[in-house]
């Protein structure tokens, strides 16, 4: 039998090589080799860098990226943004559903161990630090920290496009957008500008499929108006303090409210003061020395707000979710008050020691290529450095469109958090009008009830997840992993 002729041989090597992403294909000053903290072999190849997305200020963006362990070069590309604004994506990453987490009792430099749970597991994920000042992404002129949701949408735009001629292994893979909190604002934003490309024909064409955001902020009437029903039917206020505020305010618990709504629904947020509102069944670590802020211009009377037999502020919670704004803060439009310039070191009831202890060591940077401290300045989880405004107002309409054009989108809420509470998520999913195809209904981990779903035409699924909060892959990792592989591969839940 006679040999392959070189040509031949040739020929098949090549087409391997573009079917398989590899070192070679990737930015080989891009890859990491190893991360200190951690002991052993990567389960896929990872590569991390920044792509900048503007050569006059050298604005640019940081990201992360986890190879599929299943199969890179057919598994999907899922782009992870967490929110804030101003939240860094390494939340997800460490916290959540990354390749890996922190081990119990870390000490000085924090210990690493594989996440069995991560969603690298049937994906090639990337964690995206945006906007430029978030994170480790930065810019040498500080006026680009000056930004809002249109800029950050465009900026994450000109990022996939240079990520893609970077990686183009991965032209034809499908790849989705997913994060969580004030995500539900980056992602349909994005979204819009991508889905403007293609139809423009910019080049490299990317092959979007859709996206998932979990506990959404998406509009402010449905998702704040929800905080006092849902703080009743979960038993955190009482009927007759539901009652009365509700036959105060009308109804209406957020917004242009009377001078007596607001008192009332200020009473209903004191109640709840010392619970974790990102999720109302994990412990709240309180922090003495850290001053409460959420109430320094509360309308209650001085009398109702007194501690003891001073009149100090609250104390504050500790560890803070860091992925969306204070409840009360939040605005229809114009700035959004960055949580750590109005007081608070971080968001309430979260501790960010461990994430901070590493992403701060000059060795953990130097092996993700990330810029020094001296330059850059230590990582947050939770940024001041921007000064953000939300400019685009509600994201319904955002969704009508892209499902209308056959885009998949799957809205998920972890039923335990009282920031972006699921029954106004619900309510706003339901209200764009498709006919319900798959009837509210429990679907299932293991032989145990997970959660609640509904599915409408146009691909457009909302789900719940039993127990979870406002991050729901910390929370319910198993059931995390479980949901997001069988919507990836389009499965019924």
Same mark, same amino acid.
């Given at each position: ?28 000053? !891009? ?13 896929? @190849? ?24 299943? *199969?890179?070069?057919? *598994? ?14 390494? $939340?997800?990453?460490?916290?959540? @559903? ?16 594989? @996440? ?34 249109? #800029?950050?949408?465009? $900026? ?20 989705? /957008? ?80 009377? @001078?007596?709504?607001?008192? #009332? /629904? ?7 003061? $010392? ?10 670590? !309180?922090?003495?020395? /850290? ?95 921007? *000064? ?26 972890? *039923? ?59 929370? #319910? ?17």
């Amino acid at each position: 039998m006679a040999s392959p002729s070189p040509l031949l041989l040739a020929l098949v090597a090549a087409a391997l090589l573009l079917r398989t992403p590899t070192a070679a294909a990737a930015p080989d000053d !891009h890859l990491v080799t190893g991360l200190p903290g951690f002991h052993g072999s990567f389960p896929s @190849n990872h590569y991390s860098g920044y792509v900048t997305v503007d050569e006059a200020s050298e604005r640019s963006l940081f990201y992360y990226l986890a190879l599929s362990e299943r *199969d890179p070069a057919a *598994d999907p590309v899922v782009l992870w943004l967490n929110g804030g604004p101003g939240c860094s994506s390494f $939340d997800g990453f460490v916290y959540e @559903n990354g390749p890996f987490n922190f081990e119990p009792g870390s000490t000085l430099l924090p210990r690493l161990q594989l @996440n069995p749970y991560s969603w690298s597991k049937v994906s090639n994920i990337m964690y995206l630090d945006s906007p430029a000042g978030v994170g480790m992404s930065y810019s040498l002129n500080k006026s680009d920290y000056t930004t809002g949701d249109l #800029k950050t949408a465009a $900026d994450a735009h000109t990022f996939l496009l240079k990520w893609f001629e970077l990686y183009p292994e991965f032209h034809s893979n499908p790849f989705y /957008i997913s994060g969580e909190s004030y995500a539900g604002v980056y992602i349909p934003t994005l979204a819009d500008e991508v889905v403007r490309g293609i139809e423009k024909g910019v080049e490299p064409r990317i092959n979007f499929k859709g996206y998932l955001i979990g506990n959404a902020f998406t509009d402010v009437d449905y998702d704040f108006n929800s905080f006092v029903p849902f703080a009743h039917g979960m038993g955190l206020i009482s009927t007759d303090m539901f009652e009365d505020v509700k036959a105060s305010c009308h109804g209406t618990f957020f917004g242009d409210v009377d @001078n007596l709504c607001q008192e #009332k /629904i200020e009473r209903v947020h004191w109640e709840l003061k $010392d619970l974790n509102k990102y999720n109302i069944l994990a412990p709240c670590y !309180h922090h003495p020395e /850290i001053q409460e802020v959420e109430f320094a211009n509360s309308s209650l009377p001085l009398s109702f707000r007194r501690l003891g037999e001073t009149d100090r502020p609250f104390p504050v919670r500790k560890r803070m979710a860091g992925r969306s704004w204070p409840l009360r803060l939040a605005l229809r439009g114009g700035r959004v008050p960055m949580w750590p310039g109005l007081g608070g070191r971080s968001l309430p009831c979260t501790s960010d020691e461990l994430a901070t202890a590493w992403l701060d060591d000059e060795g953990v940077r130097a092996a993700i290529h990330a810029k020094s401290k001296s330059l850059i300045g230590s990582w947050e989880l939770y940024t001041a450095r921007i *000064d953000y405004t939300h400019n685009t107002g509600t994201m319904v309409s955002y969704h009508k469109k892209f499902t209308a054009l056959g885009y998949r989108v799957l809205i998920y809420s972890g *039923d335990h958090d009282l920031c972006i509470p699921f029954p106004g998520t619900e309510a706003w999913v339901r209200s764009i009008g498709y006919q319900v195809v798959d009837r509210w209904r429990p679907w299932y981990f293991g032989d145990q009830v997970a959660g609640y779903t509904q599915g409408y035409d146009r691909n457009l699924t909302f789900l719940t997840i039993k127990g979870a909060g406002h991050a729901v892959p910390e929370y #319910k990792p198993k059931e995390s992993l479980a949901f997001y592989s069988r919507w990836l591969a389009g499965e019924k839940f």
